[in-house]
C-alpha cells in the first residue's frame, strides 16, 4: 500500500463516462487529513503514518490524547487511523494529504462499518428461505426450523446459522475504481457502493489485489 486517506462519506449518484454510459458512484470527502506521527522501524518494527481527520474542540480530548497532538504540533483531530506504507520518507509530521493523492482510474480498497441492522432472522441474515405457507405450517413460516440434533453428536455444531445481530462490522470492499476526482472541494467518486451510513468515517488506500 503506497497512499491512503480517510473520508466521510456523502451518499451515492451517477456520472456519465466518455461512452455516454452511466456510471452509479458513491461521493466520499476525502480529507484534508493531517500527518500526526510517522512510525518507523527502529523506534516501532514497522514503517507506518498515522492521519487525523475531522476538527474536534480541545476541550473535547482527553489528556493523553492532547499531549499526543501538543508532541506533533497539530490541532485535534476527532478520527486517527494509521497506514502502513512501503516509503514513508516523502511525508513527515504536520504535511496535508488531500484527496488529489489518488487520480482517476485508480484500484482502491474502502474500509468502513456497515449499517447496523439490530437483532435479524435467519431470512434477512443469511438468506435463507421461508417454509411453504400450506396448511400445517402454522405461525413460523419465517422461523429457522430445529436446531436438535440426534444422540450423536447430541450438540448443536459451532457455526450453525441462526438470529442474531447484523452488521455494525468493520467491512472492507476491494478493488474499486476511481472514477473522478474533485481535487478543489476534496472529493472522490468511487464506482460501487461503500460500506456505511450517510455521514459514516471511511478510509481508502491503494488495492491490495490490482
Keep these: 500500500m503506497q497512499k491512503g486517506i480517510i473520508g466521510k462519506k456523502l451518499g451515492m449518484t451517477q456520472l456519465f463516462d466518455a461512452n455516454g454510459k452511466v456510471v452509479p458512484v458513491t461521493v466520499i470527502e476525502a480529507g484534508p487529513c493531517t500527518v500526526v506521527q510517522k512510525k518507523t522501524e527502529e523506534s516501532d518494527g514497522y514503517q507506518a503514518v498515522q492521519l487525523g481527520y475531522g476538527e474536534v474542540s480541545a476541550k473535547k480530548v482527553n489528556k493523553a490524547a492532547k499531549g499526543h497532538f501538543d508532541k506533533a504540533d497539530v490541532a485535534p ?74 444422540s450423536t453428536p447430541s450438540r448443536v455444531f459451532k457455526g450453525k446459522k441462526l438470529p442474531g445481530h447484523m452488521g455494525a462490522e468493520r467491512v472492507t470492499v476491494q478493488n474499486l475504481i476511481v472514477v473522478k476526482v474533485d481535487a478543489e472541494n476534496n472529493l472522490i467518486a468511487i464506482k460501487g457502493a461503500i460500506p456505511g451510513a450517510k455521514g459514516s468515517v471511511v478510509t481508502i488506500h491503494d488495492s491490495v489485489k490490482a
Excluded: C, M, W
Excluded at 478520527?79 to 494529504?97: C, P, Q, Y
Excluded at 488529489?100 to 462499518?113: L, S
Design 77 to 150: 483531530k476527532r478520527t486517527l487511523r494509521e497506514f502502513r506504507l512501503a516509503d514513508i520518507s516523502g511525508v513527515n509530521v504536520g504535511d496535508i494529504l488531500k484527496a488529489d493523492i489518488f487520480a482517476e482510474g485508480d484500484h482502491v480498497d474502502v474500509v468502513g462499518i456497515s449499517k447496523g441492522k439490530g437483532y435479524q432472522g435467519v431470512i434477512k441474515r443469511f438468506g435463507q428461505h421461508r417454509l411453504r405457507e400450506s396448511h400445517g405450517t402454522g405461525p413460523v413460516a419465517r422461523h429457522a426450523g430445529s436446531n436438535g440434533s440426534t
